[in-house]
């Protein structure tokens, strides 16, 4: 039975420490944790999750893009558990769009990031798979792998200038 699980908030030390390799994916906690991921990042109505916002330390995110108020144009794919990823190409080509977490809920902001990345992981079935993302799932993709490597997102802002309110972001969508 799968569980939610309490997001780690910006300011924890596990969200400033880099994330742990996997060992043994068919491990049933790993199985489990990657359960109780995919439910909470739908229940949160989020679009992605890494394990340390849960407060695990170790190299697994769930890419869970549908288009939801938070990000109207998000294409739709099912929850992939994406384990021990390397990111081993970026694109030079860097575009600036909104961001917002789960772990820092209260702000958004232009985040530049590589519009394309190929990557190499391995799924929850021990699977390697070797895939070319661009666009917003590659936005996700870098935002996720950055919790592996102990960043968030507002590491990465040219300027605080770039930084606004949840609030204020509604009011610019709903325009």
Avoid at 96 to 103: A, F, G, N, Q
Avoid at 112 to 141: H, L, M
Wanted: glycine share 2%; hydrophobic share 40%; aromatic share 10%.
């Amino acid at each position: 039975m799968t569980k939610l699980l309490q997001i780690s908030q910006l300011g924890h030390e596990v969200l400033r420490k880099k994330a742990s390799f996997v060992e043994n994916i068919n491990n049933k906690e790993i199985q489990d944790l990657i359960d109780d991921m995919i439910n909470t990042v739908k229940d949160s109505n989020g679009v992605w999750i890494a394990a340390p916002q849960v407060y695990e330390s170790i190299r697994i995110f769930i890419v869970a893009s549908n288009p939801s108020q938070r990000y109207p144009d998000a294409p739709k794919m099912e929850p992939t558990a994406i384990i021990n990823p390397e990111i081993v190409y970026y694109s030079d080509e860097i575009l600036k769009d909104w961001e917002w977490c789960l772990s820092i809920p209260w702000v958004r902001a232009m985040v530049p990031r590589n519009k394309s990345i190929e990557v190499e992981y391995t799924d929850r079935d021990w699977n390697s798979q070797k895939c070319q993302f661009e666009g917003f799932i590659a936005r996700i993709f870098q935002h996720e792998y950055d919790h592996l490597e102990w960043l968030v997102f507002l590491d990465r802002l040219d300027s605080t200038k770039d930084i606004i309110t949840e609030k204020e972001y509604q009011k610019i969508i709903s325009k």
